[in-house]
Structures are given as structure tokens and as C-alpha cells.
């Protein structure tokens, strides 16, 4: 009876470890959990929890009984790999917005307001930032997150050894969809400010004597929050829509 229990304890186990082995990696950068202003431990701990309470749900996924040597080896490196994979696509979500700051930053002229009291991102890319995390924890997003986590195995994703072609392939899907993506939703500060930039570069040739940076120069800071100000929660919106498209990619494989 006791060897029973202790088989059952020995199970249980394992089952949280072999969960844990992708979700701490995920954890560790998805969009909140993974932030670097969060201490370590509350990121293990979460991690720790979350596999604890997904466990009995991905059961009929983890291999009853736990491999030895060099089996146990590979597992726990394709885990801990898959892992990360879906942490990065899920921290792509942040990505997003951050490239669509640094873009609109950059043609408003404020790339490098804050100068070295943050960390190395543009300005405009922490308030949106900030806005995003809000978001997510306020909405269902942070729910599409964990079961992205959860969901990601009923993907079929080739073992370690044929797994290369697979992990390049999201990532360079991943990276282009940021890239452009970003691009399209700085696309309206970016169009009015080419608009703004090649307007006033005709009054430079029509007037020299006229002072065009200094007025120009304090106009675009302040118009240019003005007008973020007012179509930020249109910009939020549609990343909201992005950030979903962000999430679902682990799972094209499966189609």
C-alpha cells in the first residue's frame, strides 16, 4: 500500500516536472510575467503554480513514465526549447508595440527624451508599453496567453533533432510580422508628419530668414502627443486585434 502511495506522489511529480519543463521557460518572457522589474522568485513561483494547476489537464500529453539517461536528456532540451519558443512569440506581442513607438518616436523627434533614466526604448514606445501591459491584465488577453501556453501541445512539432526548419521558420514569421505590423500601426503618425515635414520644407526655400526649427521643432513635440493622445485607444485597439494573430501562430502548424 505505502509503495502504491509513494508511486502515485512519484507520478504526480514527475507529471509537474515534465509540465514545468515548458512552462517556466514561457513564463520567464511572456508579456508581464517575464518583465525585468519581476523579482525571479515570483517568476518561479507563478511558473511552479500554473504547472501545478495545468497538470492534470495535460496529462494524456506528458509520457506516463518518466524516460532515463539520455531519453530523459533530449526531453527535457526539446521541453525547455519549445518553451521558449512559445515565450518569444507570446513576448512578440510586446514587440509590436514597442516597434510601433520606436517608429513613431523617430519621426516626432522624441526617440531619446528620456536619455539613460529607463531602459534603452523610446519614449513614446514606454507609454505604450505601459498602456499595453494594462491591457493585457485587464483583459482576455492575459487568458489567450496561458492557453496559448496550454494549447501549444496539441501542435505537432517535429522532435529536437528535425525541430531547426520548424523554430526558423516562426521566428522569421514572427519577426516580419513585427517589422510590418509596426510599421502599419505608426502609419498615421508617420503619413502626418511626412505631410508636416515636406510642408515646412517648402516654407525653408520660400523664406530662409524664416525660423523654421524653432518653431517647427517645439510644434511637432507638441502636437505629435496631442494627436497620440487622441487615437491612442485606436492604435490600442488594433493591436489588440494583432496581438491575437501573434498568439495563434504556434498553432498554423497544425492546419
Known amino acids: 500500500m505505502i509503495e502504491g502511495f509513494l508511486d502515485e506522489i512519484l507520478g504526480q511529480l514527475w507529471l509537474v516536472a515534465a509540465v514545468f519543463l515548458r512552462i517556466g521557460p514561457a513564463f ?58 512559445i515565450g518569444v512569440i507570446s513576448r512578440g506581442v510586446i514587440f509590436l508595440i514597442e516597434k510601433a513607438g520606436a517608429v513613431i518616436s523617430q519621426s516626432v523627434s522624441l526617440a531619446q527624451m528620456l536619455g539613460n533614466a529607463t531602459a534603452p526604448m523610446p519614449v513614446i514606445s514606454h507609454i505604450l508599453t505601459t498602456a499595453a501591459l494594462a491591457i493585457i491584465f485587464s483583459t482576455t488577453l492575459a487568458n489567450q ?82 494627436f497620440l493622445y487622441q487615437h491612442s485607444e485606436l492604435l490600442l485597439t488594433v493591436w489588440q486585434e494583432k496581438a491575437l494573430i501573434i498568439l495563434m501562430m504556434p498553432f498554423e502548424a497544425a492546419k
Request: overall charge negative; charged content about 10%.
Open 145 to 226: 496567453i496561458l492557453y496559448a501556453f496550454m494549447a501549444s501541445y496539441l501542435v505537432d512539432i517535429p522532435s529536437l533533432e528535425n525541430a531547426t526548419g520548424y523554430f526558423a521558420g516562426k521566428m522569421t514569421e514572427l519577426m516580419n510580422f513585427i517589422f510590418n505590423h509596426g510599421v502599419v500601426l505608426a502609419s498615421g503618425v508617420v503619413s502626418l508628419m511626412f505631410v508636416y515635414y515636406l510642408t515646412i520644407g517648402f516654407i525653408n526655400k520660400a523664406m530662409p530668414q524664416f525660423m523654421v526649427s524653432f518653431i517647427g521643432i517645439p510644434f511637432v513635440a507638441l502636437f505629435s502627443m496631442y
Open 28 to 85: 520567464s518572457l511572456a508579456p508581464g510575467y517575464g518583465e525585468s522589474f519581476v523579482s525571479a522568485r515570483v517568476k518561479l513561483i507563478i511558473a511552479l503554480f500554473y504547472s501545478i494547476a495545468a497538470a492534470p489537464v495535460l496529462q494524456p500529453y506528458i509520457p506516463a513514465e518518466r524516460p532515463v539517461g539520455s531519453e530523459l536528456v533530449w526531453f527535457a532540451l526539446f521541453e525547455v526549447t519549445i518553451g521558449y519558443l
